[in-house]
């Protein structure tokens, strides 16, 4: 590659977020569009959310809202102004038709196929926000369905399997703000820029380490996890595995994903079908994971093969480097 007396290199190119859509779109002809302004919708979002969590502790959003969500979980103040972030960025896309969010007990309806809506999205605003108040990193986790117009109630044309997902990612409010993002055909990480209000590209092609020797799981509810789970556990502390637990799903998945290694959330007694809702967590983090060369189970089933009944359905995760997640299922057998 020849270089310029400037020193300037292709690979040096400032790649936004949104120009990186529009490029990857140009390479499907039948492309309107309409998909990359969903995108651009869930950037804005992030840059908006980012803000309210980088200033919540001089602006008096902390805390509990004082409510329960639909999970029974206390809804921390930004988990509503998240939720409603993302409501008002999305809802203006014309290529919208129904935003399902952990927060409301329903999908909302924003128009019916024949008035445009092409896409489902789906998110979590702000999981792992009861780490707010301690400035632990949380994220948005969203996943993008086609709309099916000949199915009329909303939950229906969300519930489906994670395999038929258009694109999923999530949004780290981190040491910095990570766009992390698949549309099918590998993952791309962008870095929001403050000083120009830009995700900019910094990963192409994002692939996952085969192996790796980090677990990450809650060890405090070991004594309830199934018996393969706690014999692995068992093999972990005796072959020098390390263990890592920030207990904020985007965090743990983003390191594991960076890193290698295996995040697991086993059943427990208080969440015999697992803690992580299928939907928008499990389906999302599998799709990324997947498309780094990893692999995600729910028990002994791929997690993008489950056929989902309700739209808060909760399932096990167990996500990570290939060797890893085999080496737990060997225990699992
Ligand atoms: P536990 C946060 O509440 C969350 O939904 C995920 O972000 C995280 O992985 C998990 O729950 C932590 O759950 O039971 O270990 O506190």
């Known amino acids: 590659m020849t270089t310029t007396t400037r020193g300037y290199e292709p690979s040096d190119n400032l790649v936004s977020l949104q120009s990186h859509i529009l490029a990857e779109e140009t390479k499907y002809p039948s492309a309107t569009g309409e998909f990359s302004w969903i995108i651009s919708a869930i950037s804005l979002a992030g840059k908006a959310i980012a803000n309210k969590v980088r200033h919540a502790r001089l602006q008096d959003v902390l805390g509990e809202a004082g409510a329960e969500n639909v999970q029974g979980e206390k809804q921390q103040r930004l988990d509503i102004i998240s939720n409603s972030i993302l409501m008002r960025c999305l809802g203006s896309r014309a290529s919208v038709a129904v935003i399902a969010s952990e927060e409301d007990e329903q999908p909302t309806i924003i128009r019916r196929g024949h008035e445009g809506g092409k896409y489902c999205v789906l998110f979590d605003p702000l999981d792992g926000s009861s780490n707010l108040d301690v400035g632990v990193g949380v994220g948005t986790i969203f996943s993008i369905l086609r709309n099916d117009p000949s199915i009329h109630e909303a939950e229906q044309t969300v519930c489906q399997r994670g395999a038929t997902q258009v694109a999923a990612g999530y949004i780290l409010y981190g040491s910095s703000t990570l766009f992390v993002v698949t549309t099918g055909h590998g993952v791309d990480m962008f870095v929001l820029d403050h000083s120009v209000g830009s995700f900019l590209l910094v990963a192409r092609g994002l692939k996952m380490p085969r192996a790796g020797k ?120």
């Open 214 to 333: 980090t677990y990450s799981v809650n060890e405090a509810y070991s004594a309830q996890f199934p018996d393969g789970y706690r014999k692995f556990l068992a093999y972990a502390h005796d072959n020098g595995y390390s263990s890592r637990y920030i207990g904020s799903m985007v965090a743990d998945v983003h390191r594991t994903l960076l890193n290698g290694g295996v995040f697991l959330y086993p059943p427990t007694k208080k969440n015999p079908e697992g803690k992580l809702r299928l939907l928008y967590e499990a389906n999302p983090m599998a799709m990324i994971v997947e498309q780094a060369g990893g692999i995600a189970y729910s028990g002994d089933v791929r997690t993008l093969e489950i056929q989902p009944a309700k739209l808060h359905q909760r399932v096990p995760v167990l996500l990570g480097s290939a060797d890893e997640v085999e080496r737990v299922r060997s225990f699992l057998k």
